[in-house]
């Protein structure tokens, strides 16, 4: 997998983005992690620990945020169900709009998503 280095402005500003989310939502993660995932965009561990794939830092800030929401939500709901859903929206009113934009170079590009509003039931996406 091509690495991508990011700026420690880009890193910070992120983990400040993050910060925001978690303040306003009131999640508490335990740490925030950003690394390379293959197939994912993030994920939430059962123990608190939310990391998120370093692509989503080249990604628009919509999708960002929305990746930051949604995994930040599964540290209050576990799953997709009717309240997640109800969440997210109150957060993120067009979430269901959202779309990432896949770098052609990049691991990016064959990344599977389900549980985001352009995709199917036959692939998958990372959070609990």
Known sequence: MKSRQHSPQALADFKAQVAHWAGRIRAKPRQIRIQQMRRKWASCSTNGTVS??????????????????????????????????????AYIPNYESIRPRPPLDSPVAGRTLSHGPWASSANSWSAK
């Open 52 to 89: 998120f794939s370093a692509d989503v830092l080249s990604q628009p800030a919509s999708f960002r945020e929305y990746v930051i929401v949604h995994e930040l939500l599964h540290l209050k709901v576990p799953n997709h169900g009717k309240l997640f859903k109800s969440l997210l929206r």
